[in-house]
Nanobody
Framework: QVQVGESGGGLVQPGGSLRLSCAVS?????????IGWFRQAPGLEREVVGC????????YYTDTVKGRFTIFKDKTENTVHLEMTNLKDEDTAVYYCAFGDPPPSAWRYEAEYTFWGQGTQVTVSS
């Protein structure tokens, strides 16, 4: 059974940086599969942030975070990180990581991910 869990959320000022972590158990980051990052702001639907695919070591990002967010894996800790820089007020949300095995064309879709974490709150505010 695969389990994932997020950590690292908190309060940060606009323009600041924060690193979220997604600890993965029951699965090796060398095997086929992917971790997706999603977020849900108050009053809005959950949206995709990005994805890292382990088989081809590809990363994908939604347009609003390209150039600011980076997803990478740490095999020694079996953890996937979401490095967020130049944070904006609109990045405030609960951030979730999820495990799945989506084809490259479907990394954006929640239905492609089977195991989800509980989420971690990120608040960007001065």
């Amino acid at each position: 059974q695969v389990q994932v869990g997020e950590s690292g959320g908190g309060l940060v000022q606009p323009g600041g940086s924060l690193r979220l972590s997604c600890a993965v158990s029951g699965f090796s980051l060398d095997d086929d599969g992917a971790i997706g990052w999603f977020r849900q702001a108050p009053g809005l639907e959950r949206e995709v942030v990005g994805c890292i695919s382990f088989a081809d070591v590809m990363t994908y990002y939604t347009d609003t975070v390209k150039g600011r967010f980076t997803i990478f894996k740490d095999k020694t800790e079996n953890t996937v990180h979401l490095e967020m820089t130049n944070l904006k007020d609109e990045d405030t949300a609960v951030y979730y990581c999820a495990f799945g095995d989506p084809p490259p064309s479907a990394w954006r879709y929640e239905a492609e991910y089977t195991f989800w974490g509980q989420g971690t709150q990120v608040t960007v505010s001065s």
